[in-house]
C-alpha cells in the first residue's frame, strides 16, 4: 500500500482485508477511531475496484467519486475491512467506467460493525 495517510494509520492489507489496528487508531472513548473505520473500508472498497475493472480488462488512473457510511456498533478491538464490486463496470457516455463497491467493517470476533457504500470512476484516457 502506497496511501502515506493509511501508512500513518497503520492499515496493513492481510488475506484480502485491510486490518485496522485498535492500538494506533483508539479514540478518546476507548473504541476504534470513526475516521480510521472510514480509512480501512475505503482501502478495502478501492483494491476491490481495482480488481473488478482489471477483470474487466480495464486500466487507468482510478478515483473515489462518493462514499456513504452507517456506524451499526462501537468497535472495541482491531477491525477487518472487506470489500465486493456489485456488478461489472459501467461505461459513460464520456469514456469513463463507474463502479460501486460495497465494504464491510468487522471486529475481532467477525461481527460487522460499519458498511460503506462507494462509486469509483475509472478515468478515460484523454487526448493530450
Known amino acids: 500500500m502506497n496511501i502515506p495517510a493509511a501508512e500513518n494509520l497503520h ?21 476504534l477511531f470513526a475516521g480510521s473505520i ?3 473500508a475505503i482501502v478495502a472498497a478501492y483494491r476491490a475496484a481495482e480488481c473488478g475493472f482489471s477483470e474487466g480488462g480495464l486500466s487507468g488512473h482510478l478515483v473515489a467519486k462518493t462514499a456513504s457510511i452507517s456506524y451499526l456498533k462501537s468497535i472495541v478491538s482491531g477491525g477487518r475491512a472487506t470489500a465486493v464490486a456489485c456488478g461489472a463496470p459501467l461505461r459513460k457516455a464520456n469514456g ?11 471486529n475481532a470476533a467477525g461481527v460487522p460493525c460499519a458498511e460503506v457504500t462507494a462509486e469509483f470512476v475509472l478515468l478515460a484516457k484523454r487526448g493530450v
Do not use: M, Q, R, W
Request: proline letters at 3%; a negative charge.
Open 96 to 106: 469513463n467506467h463507474t463502479l460501486t463497491v460495497k465494504a464491510v467493517v468487522s
Open 11 to 31: 492499515l496493513h492489507e492481510e488475506n484480502a482485508e485491510v486490518c485496522i489496528p485498535f492500538e494506533y487508531n483508539l479514540n478518546d472513548k476507548g473504541c
Open 38 to 40: 472510514y480509512a480501512g
